[in-house]
């Protein structure tokens, strides 16, 4: 499947959901679908980006949050799994784009492609609903499945090419995307 059309239509259904993005690719992808106040890119924090949706669905309760990171930066955190479904947020999403590689260091082979499902992993974790998707109609059903509340995390995979495409940079100023980020929720700069 082609990640930046897949994630143009993610964006284009967000409906004012915060997205948080992995490191790497998933921030060009959110990027170049579109820059809005309510992105927030992580940069050098390999592993957080489902952690950080967490901290963000809880000190958010009455907002969607999505999370939108790679299968390389997911196995680096995978036993955030377990703290998201103990947890239980009801608007968490987390779409992990996995093109079966580790695309910032290489193109080496990830876990994913000698079989690690982290879609079976979420769901043995408690997540209320998790699947992976091959193709773009498949996308516009999960857009539409991601406007219905949840009783809890919801994780889907989605199958991408593993092509290095390029890159469409965000902001990399760390402190002005958190205070950009902060202003859309209406909060104070820090």
Not at 26 to 39: F, I, K, L
Not at 110 to 133: E, P, W, Y
Not at 147 to 161: A, D, H, Q, T, Y
Request: glycine letters at 10%.
């Amino acid at each position: 499947m082609d990640r930046r059309a897949a994630v143009k239509k993610l964006m284009d259904a967000r409906d004012g959901a915060l997205v948080i993005t992995g490191l790497g690719s998933p921030s060009y992808d959110v990027h170049a679908a579109g820059d809005c106040d309510n992105n927030y890119y992580l940069w050098g924090a390999m592993g957080s980006a489902a952690l950080t949706g967490l901290g963000l669905a809880q000190a958010q309760p009455a907002k969607r949050i999505m999370v939108i990171t790679g299968d390389g930066e997911q196995l680096m955190a995978f036993g955030s799994l377990a703290t998201i479904a103990v947890a239980q947020p009801k608007n968490l999403d987390i779409i992990v784009l996995d093109n079966q590689h580790f695309g910032e260091t290489g193109m080496q082979d990830s876990h994913t492609g000698m079989g690690i499902d982290i879609s079976k992993n979420a769901a043995a974790c408690g997540f209320a609903q998790t699947g992976v998707l091959t193709d773009l109609q498949q996308v516009d059903e999960l857009c539409n499945t991601l406007r219905r509340p949840s009783n809890g995390p919801r994780l889907f995979v989605l199958k991408i090419e593993a092509l290095n495409l390029p890159r469409s940079l965000p902001p990399r100023d760390p402190t002005f995307i958190k205070n950009r980020f902060r202003a859309h929720l209406g909060l104070e700069p820090c």
